[in-house]
């Protein structure tokens, strides 16, 4: 689901502004292109571009704008359309401030965001908001519309979790894709379970999101899991 212009351009502006400023003097907590060794990404972090951020890590607790947007009463209201009354935002997963640089991005393989999160019901549902144009050229996400409510046998996915492209099944299935186009301020739903890919950043500027994921309180962490590492945040309740 897409819900455009959601954040108003002066809120967008102040996201962007942030994110510049971090990026630039290299604020921690951070993940590097080169780390992950995704497709097209730099071979190590000595070499041109393996210093390239890849995202920012615990946006909420950067700046007040990143708290601002989430208590925005528009995106309130969809996510408890979606999730129910009492919503959280998770602090382990994502939470972050994803770019794409050009020349030194990487592609993101077809994946299921579950595929490393540990939840009971498996049923979060991630806000991922453009701060700039989102399309196939420059990386924007490309997604296998219905395919959350596919159940996938263990061996269409490689040792990653990755999709398989090389299985007929999976290639059938991935004929369905759909690029995804994003405008500034527009925000992408999308839940946990859809497979989805990025392409890397073919085009000359910096794409950036604010990306944040939502789980109903009965959604509940497995002890002891990455997904239980950081308190999730409360978010306020909108009435209709």
């Not at 954040?7 to 502004?17: F, K, S």
């Not at 309130?76 to 935002?89: C, D, H, K």
């Not at 490689?158 to 759909?178: G, I, K, M, S, Y």
Request: hydrophobic content about 40%; some cysteine.
């Amino acid at each position: 689901m897409i819900a455009r212009d959601l954040a108003e351009p002066a809120m967008l502006e102040r996201m962007q502004a942030v994110i510049d400023d971090h990026l630039a003097r290299r604020v921690p907590p951070l993940e590097l292109e080169a780390e992950l060794q995704y497709p097209g990404a730099p071979a190590s972090t000595e070499v041109p571009g393996g210093q390239a951020i890849r995202r920012l890590r615990r946006a909420y607790e950067r700046d007040d704008v990143f708290r601002y947007w989430l208590s925005e009463p528009a995106l309130l209201a969809r996510l408890q359309q979606l999730l129910g009354e009492s919503v959280l935002m998770t602090s382990a997963h994502h939470n972050s401030l994803m770019t794409k640089h050009p020349r030194y991005s990487s592609d993101s393989l077809w994946h299921q965001d579950i595929r490393y999160w540990r939840y009971s019901r498996r049923e979060l549902v991630t806000a991922w908001l453009a701060l700039g144009e989102e399309h196939e050229r420059n990386g924007g996400l490309q997604l296998i519309p219905g395919s959350h409510r596919m159940d996938f046998a263990p061996e269409r996915f490689d040792e990653a979790l990755f999709l398989r492209q090389d299985l007929p099944e999976n290639q059938v299935l991935l004929a369905r894709r759909v690029a995804v186009t994003l405008h500034p301020g527009d925000v992408l739903f999308f839940h946990c379970r859809l497979l989805h890919a990025a392409t890397r950043n073919y085009e000359g500027l910096t794409k950036c999101a604010v990306v944040f994921t939502f789980r109903a309180p009965e959604d509940v962490p497995e002890p002891g899991s990455r997904s239980a590492s950081l308190p999730d945040v409360p978010l306020p309740v909108v009435r209709f």
